[in-house]
């Protein structure tokens, strides 16, 4: 059996292939160019890992690369290269996403949206009639920011909160009218945060929370009266604000795990959370310890009106402000039903946070 995977060099994608590996005997990576080659880079992932040298040489060979653009028609290939890659993909893994949560960035809609459309087109022209295994997140809830999230739920009443959000729903809509118009079959994965605690090397892609806490220190660094003479910040947060967050070790073995045990039929929609959510306190406590900020104060009284720096700030960097506000939840049964949910240990408190941080 065939397997590809778009966005293998990417945090989770990396994690993937990790997976993939253990039970398919070759691994195709369709890759952006660079100039360090997509093998090259998950090579050093494994060895980073702890994978032995002499698995390692067992390993490589067993990965091979096509450099694609999810983003062009006919992934940047030829007529011959395209066909050619259609007619040898039996599971198609799309883990190739734009992450940012900028509004101004046009390239979210461009690799997350005409990105699915591509890789759509890849699928329905070969002659093999692949599965497709798209990750997705549990932002397509969008909006949405207190009750329980069922996984059979694709709802746009609640609005958007970013581009990115917004483009991940189109994604899963394309998809689904995909599975419904070609008989296609799928499974989709929204996972929640992803964070690790392994320890990063040179050129590891960062995670979200190393992401919040570099937003945490530019907003600190553009507007330092933001914080109090102590050095304490006083941030607006919704009572009991919380978020969701689980080991990317956990999310990428149970969703290679959940097609291996139940491969679909048309379309499988999981949610990959951990049951329990993180409050926003240990968030903050976690990126404060890193920071060597005294304390971070998430304050939920409606109380005098919020300073003009972090209006600001929410401006600059309104999603992670957008987070404060939400206590929603995630049911995972379809997930649980395999017996695939997050066991829950390393719990995602704000120790574990603080490692991930390290
Ligand atoms: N991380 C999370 O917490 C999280 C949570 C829920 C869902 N997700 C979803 O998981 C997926 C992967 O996220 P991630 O955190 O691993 O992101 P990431 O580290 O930024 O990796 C993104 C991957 O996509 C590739 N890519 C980007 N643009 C491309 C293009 N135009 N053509 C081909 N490949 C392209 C990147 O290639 P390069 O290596 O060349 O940059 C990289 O391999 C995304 O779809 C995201 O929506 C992530």
Redesign the pocket.
């Known amino acids: 059996m065939s397997v590809a995977v778009?966005?293998?060099?990417?945090?989770?994608?990396l994690h993937l292939v990790r997976e993939l590996l253990r039970h398919h005997n070759r691994v195709l990576l369709?890759?952006?160019r660079?100039t360090v080659p997509a093998e090259e880079?998950v090579t050093r992932f494994l060895q980073a890992s702890g994978v032995t040298d002499t698995r390692l040489l067992e390993l490589t060979p067993r990965l091979t690369s096509v450099d694609?653009?999810?983003?062009v028609p006919q992934l940047g290939l030829g007529d011959a290269a395209f066909q050619q890659l259609a007619d040898r993909i039996d599971v198609l893994w799309h883990?190739?996403?734009?992450?940012s949560f900028s509004d101004c960035d046009e390239d979210v809609w461009r690799?997350?949206v005409d990105?699915m459309r591509h890789v759509l087109a890849l699928v329905s022209a070969g002659r093999r009639e692949p599965l497709v295994c798209h990750?997705?997140?549990?932002?397509v809830a969008g909006g949405r920011r207190h009750g329980t999230v069922r996984e059979e739920e694709l709802d746009a009443s609640h609005g958007f909160q970013t581009l990115y959000e917004r483009s991940?729903y189109e994604a899963e809509v394309l998809l689904r009218r995909w599975v419904r118009l070609h008989g296609g079959r799928a499974a989709v994965f929204?996972?929640?945060?992803?964070?690790t605690h392994h320890p990063t090397y040179p050129g590891r892609?960062?995670?979200?929370l190393q992401m919040a806490a570099e937003a945490c220190a530019a907003g600190l660094r553009m507007f330092p009266e933001l914080a109090a003479p102590d050095g304490s910040l006083r941030v607006p947060a919704a009572e009991g604000a919380q978020t969701n967050m689980l080991p990317?070790e956990h999310a990428a073995f149970a969703m290679v795990e959940a097609v291996r045990r139940r491969p679909p039929r048309d379309i499988d929609t999981y949610h990959v959370v951990n049951s329990r959510n993180t409050p926003m306190t240990e968030v903050a406590a976690a990126i404060a310890g890193h920071l060597d900020t005294p304390e971070v104060h998430l304050d939920p009284r409606p109380g005098p009106p919020v300073s003009p720096a972090v209006q600001a700030v929410s401006r600059e960097f309104g999603m992670y402000t957008r987070w404060l506000q939400v206590t929603r939840r995630y049911d995972d049964t379809n997930l649980a039903a395999l017996g695939l949910s997050y066991p829950g240990r390393p719990t995602v408190d704000r120790d574990y946070l603080r490692d991930c941080l390290r």
């Open positions: 778009t966005g293998a060099t990417g945090f989770l994608g369709l890759s952006r660079n880079r694609i653009d999810v983003r883990c190739a996403g734009n992450i690799t997350n990105g990750v997705s997140t549990v932002a991940k929204r996972p929640s945060g992803l964070i892609p960062r995670h979200l990317v």
